[in-house]
């Protein structure tokens, strides 16, 4: 009698934490430990989207849409808001889904690629991008061309517009995930690996990625101890956070932060936005991805240098801004 009667408190005990956020009960504490201005979620999205993007030669990792909700019941899109579903996407340098495979930029048809018109009068300028995963390109806030493919294969793109200087170049990458809302993806049988991000672009006109582009971030995930996270000069540091992988992350913790609704504008301020820190090509892992590799000439050739937010491994969704004078 005495042995059930424990049993039936037990339970009670059990039915009531279930009943409640399993976040409430593990969180409560190490939010409490928080004190930067990001919003903070943990464990999984609630899946919207299943998958962006089925790959009809080769395969692809799932690119799905997620949603959640912080503890002021405010809703984050994970990894993040985009225009993959219904803006135009730019022409592909390489993109083996679609079989284009050309072996250098020799074999492109560079004439054909449409030119967007900023500037009736503009200069034309050609640009040659490559983003790990996903990017959205804007000219003077008009969306230029976006991401073909936005989770893998790795691909690359060509864009043209017309547009007279000085104009404002504004970049939305995104380091595509796996499991929405923590920031991570299957790897070498470890289901929460975090995954890096890494974007470069070269434009005719001379304009090259480098740390002179601002780089801010927007989401931060996976994070196990929010005691990790910093600002320091507006950036938005986490390089004392762990990036192991590991096969318990359902419940990691993420930081967002709003992105302004005119970020991509000519006369949007962002001089509080720090400088892009720079990657080598093996920090960011290119040397067997053809869609880089092929035209190398267009990217660290023409002088151009990786960047990203502090911190390629866990910022996952970073803004990117340059004035060509
Ligand atoms: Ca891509
Ligand atoms: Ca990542
Ligand atoms: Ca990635």
New binding site residues.
């Given amino acids: 009698m005495k042995n059930n009667h424990i049993i039936t408190l037990s339970s009670i005990a059990l039915f009531t934490m279930g009943c409640s956020p399993s976040s409430d009960v593990i969180a409560s504490s190490n939010l409490n430990d928080y004190h930067g201005s990001a919003s903070i979620t943990q464990g999984l999205a609630k899946t919207i989207k299943e998958n962006l993007f089925e790959c009809d030669n080769g395969r692809s990792r799932v690119a799905g849409i997620g949603e959640i909700t912080d503890a002021e019941g405010k809703v984050w899109t994970v990894p993040a808001t985009n225009h993959f579903a219904h803006a135009n996407k730019a022409v592909d340098l390489y993109e083996q889904c679609a079989n284009i495979t050309p072996r250098s930029i020799a074999d492109v048809d560079v004439d054909s690629v449409p030119v967007a018109i900023i500037d009736a009068d503009g200069e034309e300028i050609t640009g040659y991008i490559f983003a ?2 996903y990017f959205e390109l804007y000219i003077n806030g008009q969306l230029v061309a976006i991401d073909s493919v936005p989770f893998t294969p790795f691909n690359s793109s060509i864009v043209k517009f017309k547009v007279n200087k000085p104009y404002t170049i504004a970049v939305k990458a995104i ?2 995930e796996e499991n929405l809302g923590v920031g991570t993806e299957y790897s070498r049988g470890v289901s929460h690996h975090p ?3 890494g974007f470069i672009a070269s434009f005719s006109d001379g304009t090259v990625t480098s740390s002179d582009w601002q780089a801010q971030t927007f989401y931060t995930a996976p994070i196990y101890d929010l005691t990790c996270l910093s600002e320091i000069d507006g950036k938005r540091l986490s390089d004392t956070c762990t990036t192991a992988s590991t096969n318990s992350g359902d419940n990691a913790y993420a930081a967002h932060w709003q992105v302004p609704a005119d970020w991509m504008n000519q006369g949007f301020n962002s001089t509080s936005w720090p400088p892009a820190t720079q990657y080598s090509e093996r920090e960011i892992g290119v040397n067997n991805k053809k869609s880089y590799m092929n035209f190398i000439e267009k990217f660290s050739g023409a002088g151009a240098h990786f960047i990203w937010s502090t911190n390629v491994v866990l910022d996952n969704e970073v803004l990117f801004r340059y004035e060509v004078k």
């Fill in positions: 790990d995963n380091d595509w995954g890096d991000g």
